[in-house]
């Protein structure tokens, strides 16, 4: 029998070593363009995951990709991650839920593109999964287009009220809930 591999260990991990400082705070503190995207991640029953960690990518308000560096710094004196300099814009951010399951990020609208990209880390995962949360339904959309309307559905944030979406992953469905679309990378 072979040893477990990292992804053949299940656990909940992610909370100890993954997080650091201001990883939801990817929006300069003040910046008037900033929104927030927020929900729950919920299981196969809707009971609220209280141990996952999300990551975001997003595209900068004026549609670049490259990012800033700056989301992991650390300090130079412990080499403890001290976490965003609360000026660049990286377009990354890693938030875990709370105790309730939920979540928040603040961010700047993307540019280009009308979604955030998530990845999603828990328990009983062995492989982390790929969603996106679309801020504004496009007009067209080639992995919109190419769901039924109820799986694409389950991209589309709610918008709250001015700046602030609702997102809301549900790892598995029903017949009264979606299960999120999770996306395949070959």
């Keep these: 029998m072979l040893a477990p591999t990292p992804s053949q260990t299940v656990g909940p991990f992610y909370g100890y070593a993954l997080p650091f400082a201001k990883g939801g705070e990817l929006a300069p503190p003040g910046d008037p363009r900033t929104i ?5 991640v919920l299981d196969g029953a809707g009971q609220p995951i209280p141990d996952a960690l999300l990551e975001f990518w997003q595209a900068a308000p ?35 839920t709370d105790a309730d399951g939920h979540y928040a990020l603040r961010t700047l609208p ?10 999603v880390f828990a328990r009983g995962l062995l492989h982390h999964l790929f969603t996106r949360a679309y801020l504004a339904e496009p007009d067209a959309d080639p992995l919109l287009d190419s769901l039924e309307p109820r799986d694409r559905d389950t991209l589309i944030a709610i918008p709250e009220r001015d700046g602030v979406y609702r997102f809301d992953i549900r790892l598995q469905g029903d017949e009264n809930n979606e299960e999120t679309v999770f996306l395949a990378f070959d």
Excluded at 36 to 40: F, K, M, N, R, V
Excluded at 72 to 92: E, H, K, N, Q, S
Excluded at 110 to 119: D, F, L, R, T
């Design 36 to 40: 927030t995207l927020h929900g729950y």
């Design 62 to 96: 004026d549609g670049s990709r490259t990012g800033a560096p700056g989301s992991l710094r650390r300090d130079p004196t412990t080499g403890a991650v001290i976490g965003r300099d609360g000026v660049a814009f990286t377009g990354f951010g890693r938030v875990p």
């Design 110 to 119: 993307p540019g280009g593109s009308p979604y955030i990209s998530v990845c």
